[in-house]
């Protein structure tokens, strides 16, 4: 059985007022029950705070990118010895804003994901397609290209320590959320993908949906037998909305 795990994206959002704002509602509110973990990834430069802030607590404190190099000359990068050091365990690589924004091609995601297991540390390995590709009806070939590269680089044993995000990007920050069956359908393949090089792994591996999950659709996608949790970026900045997904993880 996959517990769910419920993963706050806040983005480049926050100060140290809104944080401690954000997780004193956080922490105060986790809902009772199993089944369920919550995440949080603040901005880098909030990350030894906002540690020290969830100690104790049910909360979990990850980062939203990772340099692949251990160490060295790569000004303004941060290594994964150095979140892992902060109290890090999670850390996103390959969002989308990052391959569309920041050029991060699926080859440099593959060596971010090592690096960060080197380290310690859970990827999670953000896929998905964007509107024209969806339309295209590519939404497959692109989610299988953007898993293969990570495959064929860390291989399959890999994913015993990683977490998979399906996110469309046409879904992220639009409020066009995928419908259950939708999103539903894109993580039966990403599963059914994994399953073919090792059907033990695949069962166990955590597969979260991200775009505009909001508590009032989060029980729906949760629902699915194969959506394991959210990455959830605007409604994890009110602690009201993040913890409304929370206790629909806690109830399905
Ligand atoms: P959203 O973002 O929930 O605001 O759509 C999700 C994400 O980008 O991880």
Known sequence: MRDFLIAGNWKMNGSSAANEALLAGIVAGVPGGSGFSLLVCPPYPYIASVAARVAGSAVKVG???V???ESGAYTGEVA???LADLGCEYVIVGHSERRAMYGESSFQVAAKFQAAQAAGIV???CVGETLEEREAGTTESV???QLGAVLDA???AAFAKAVVAYEPVWA???GMTATPEQAQDVHRHIRAQLSKKDADIAAQVRILY???MKGENAAGLLAMPDIDGGLIGGASLKAKDFLAIAEAAARS
């Open 80 to 82: 994964p010895s150095m």
């Open 154 to 156: 860390a291989g399959i």
């Open 63 to 65: 980062a939203q990118n």
């Open 123 to 125: 990827p999670i390995l």
């Open 172 to 174: 992220i920050g639009t």
């Open 210 to 212: 991200g775009g505009s």
């Open 143 to 145: 989610v299988d290209y």
């Open 67 to 69: 340099s692949e190099h």
